[in-house]
């Protein structure tokens, strides 16, 4: 399953060194991300090709059905989930110790994040999905096109919701193949499900404040970004890769991850909710203005009423109404003129500060160091 780059030991990593023209962020994502994701999507790449044989064995329609839901996951992404808890377990065990054993590990990841993304658009009726039609959609126009009976949108979404249960266990078989010890592997699991239980949570919290957005806050939907998207993209993996490690719950490194991944996780939430108002169609894969469209109760939005006035407020009120273009292009000219843009960005800037602070608190191998570092600056900086 390993890439033969990987196949002895720990990642040899530089950092990059950016052409012109390139997008210097993600030059830096890259340095610390390209031999890990080749890796990882030769382990994910094996185990569903099995899975998917053995589903086929029970009808040739099962075999479409699973051939759909390993495109899910094999149709790109930065894998940020794997490499976060590479450099977690990588902070620990230094770069002697083989990394083939945990590839299984850090693929999970993938799989869980898969099931997460497919549930996530079948909730927000999103359309795209990395340039894509999301699943959903491309099941509702693939049963059009065959002719079925019934509704095509009820359909398409059934199915989605089918394979994202089928990520969720695959997640879970493919966890079972690391090569750790058992005992070492319950503790991993142990992560493993606080962190399902917290993204569940964060998700119940977003679709709550969807509904019920005139009662939110700026704290609660800061809460929806710590369970959400911290935990299970930046804390959790770190944790998680911690335990693969073997490093105890109370060890000094473990208190670091956490402070670090809660910070960095958080910021990340934050620069999403930039790019879902700000972002380039383009680069994001995904309409921009949705947040504005849905009235989506996000950070940015939540600040932008506080600091309205009162005839910036009245005009906020049309966020989530059925506006066209043109307006949500107003709109999101008017959530910056609050200032509510620039305290996000502070936001952020002061969460990549305090995660770099706790790196300073823990020993961990250096090379880890500078990728959590450069890491931290990448993903809270980054155009998609």
């Known amino acids: 399953m390993a890439n033969d780059a990987v196949a002895g030991n720990a990642l040899r990593v530089a950092p990059a060194q950016p052409t012109d023209g390139d997008d210097p962020v993600r030059a830096v994502l890259a340095a610390y991300t390209?031999?890990?994701?080749?890796?990882?999507?030769?382990?994910?790449?094996?185990?569903?090709?099995?899975?998917?044989?053995?589903?086929?064995?029970?009808?040739?329609?099962?075999?479409?059905?699973?051939?759909?839901?390993?495109?899910?996951?094999?149709?790109?992404?930065?894998?940020v989930r794997p490499t976060f808890a590479y450099w977690g377990w990588r902070g620990?065990?230094?770069?002697?110790?083989?990394?083939?054993?945990?590839?299984?590990?850090?693929g999970a990841l993938e799989l869980l994040h898969a099931f997460a993304l497919v549930h996530?658009?079948?909730?927000?009726?999103?359309?795209?999905?990395?340039?894509?039609?999301?699943?959903?959609?491309?099941?509702?126009?693939?049963?059009?096109?065959?002719?079925?009976?019934?509704?095509?949108?009820?359909?398409?979404?059934?199915?989605?919701?089918?394979?994202?249960?089928?990520?969720?266990?695959?997640?879970?078989?493919?966890?079972?193949?690391?090569?750790?010890?058992?005992?070492?592997?319950?503790?991993?699991?142990?992560?493993?499900?606080?962190?399902?239980v917290e993204t569940i949570a964060g998700q119940y919290l977003d679709v709550?404040?969807?509904?019920?957005?005139?009662?939110?806050?700026?704290?609660?939907?800061?809460?929806?970004?710590?369970?959400?998207?911290?935990?299970?993209?930046?804390?959790?993996?770190?944790?998680?890769?911690?335990?693969?490690?073997?490093?105890?719950?109370?060890a000094p490194l473990t208190a670091a991850y956490a402070r670090y991944g809660l910070a960095v996780g958080e910021a990340f939430q934050l620069c999403d909710d930039l790019l879902g108002v700000y972002g380039d169609p383009a680069t994001t894969g995904k309409p921009t203005g949705d947040d504005l469209r849905t009235g989506k109760p996000t950070v940015l939005l939540m600040l932008a009423r506080q600091l309205a006035t009162p005839i910036q407020r009245r005009a906020l009120d049309r966020v989530g109404a059925d506006v066209g273009a043109g307006e949500v292009d107003r709109l999101a000219e008017l959530v910056a003129d609050t200032g509510a843009v620039d305290r996000v960005e502070r936001m952020i800037s002061d969460r990549v500060a305090e995660a770099l602070a706790a790196l300073g608190t823990a020993s961990i191998d250096e090379t880890a160091r500078t990728a959590l570092t450069g890491l931290a600056t990448a993903t809270t900086s980054r155009r998609a």
């Not at 990882?40 to 044989?53: I, K, M, N, Q, W």
């Not at 049963?143 to 990520?167: K, M, N, Q």
């Open 34 to 79: 390209k031999d890990l994701v080749t890796a990882v999507e030769g382990t994910l790449a094996a185990f569903l090709s099995t899975e998917v044989d053995a589903m086929t064995e029970i009808d040739a329609a099962m075999g479409g059905f699973a051939a759909t839901a390993r495109d899910c996951v094999l149709a790109g992404g930065k894998r």
């Open 120 to 196: 996530d658009d079948v909730m927000d009726a999103s359309a795209t999905r990395r340039g894509r039609p999301t699943a959903h959609v491309a099941l509702a126009a693939r049963h059009t096109a065959a002719g079925h009976r019934g509704d095509p949108r009820r359909f398409g979404e059934s199915v989605a919701v089918l394979i994202g249960d089928l990520c969720m266990v695959w997640a879970d078989r493919l966890l079972a193949h690391a090569d750790v010890p058992p005992e070492r592997l319950l503790d991993v699991r142990r992560c493993y499900d606080q962190m399902r």
């Open 92 to 106: 620990a065990v230094g770069g002697a110790d083989p990394l083939p054993p945990v590839l299984p590990a850090l």
């Open 208 to 250: 709550l404040g969807e509904s019920d957005a005139a009662n939110w806050s700026v704290d609660r939907a800061l809460r929806v970004a710590r369970y959400k998207t911290a935990s299970y993209t930046v804390q959790r993996p770190l944790l998680f890769g911690a335990r693969l490690a073997g490093v105890g719950g109370d």
